[in-house]
């Protein structure tokens, strides 16, 4: 596609629901990340594929996050039994190449979570 | 653990000034450094893209600067004008173990008319 895609752009549950977040990267980007930005703050860092496999999980802030990217391009950020504290905008981010000097991150409009 | 900060944390300007808006990394392990802005309520657009190597870049009235030893960089904006008013967010994508995009948390521009 011409850019990144994220569905729901708002979703509003309850607390104790489940809830998946859908990234399409941009076509052809192996690098898929997810980020997670509170009110006022900058974006922090969840998880990162390359390809298929996350190479790097370590931002996911506890086991009740969870992502999947089964075929190289779509991902889903799944959380379980939410809590009022995950309410945040969630962003993902597709690059072209492996991470070096000219790896380019592109965003999307991001999925504003609120959870009541 | 990288750290980046930005500075100033929110500032205001009369429309036509030139101004300057800092960013500071603590850790110079870097691959490139990345100026984005961010709309209210939207994501955010890539700007700008400086690799390690490299000492600047510019784009139309856009210049960034990156100074890696030291840890910083700078986003000159000439002849600033109403429509630049946004979140402005300096990223450095780390190099080593961890390899993934570190923010700082953003200055806030509003040109006024």
Redesign the interface.
Known sequence: GAG?S?TPSNKVTEKGKYVELRCDPISGHTAL?W?RQSL??????LI?FQGTGA??D??LPNDRFFAVRPEGSVSTLKIQRTERGDSAVY?C?SSRTR????????????T?LTVV | KQEVTQIPAALSVPEGENLVLNCSFTDSAIYNLQWFRQDPGKGLTSLLLIQSSQREQTSGRLNASLDKSSGRSTLYIAASQPGDSATYLCAVLTQGGSEKLVFGKGTKLTVNP
């Open positions: 990144v994220q990340y980020y006022g703050q900058g974006p922090e860092f990162y190479a790097d370590s931002g962003l981010a991470t070096g000097p000219n790896t380019e991150a592109f965003f999307g409009q991001g504003r």
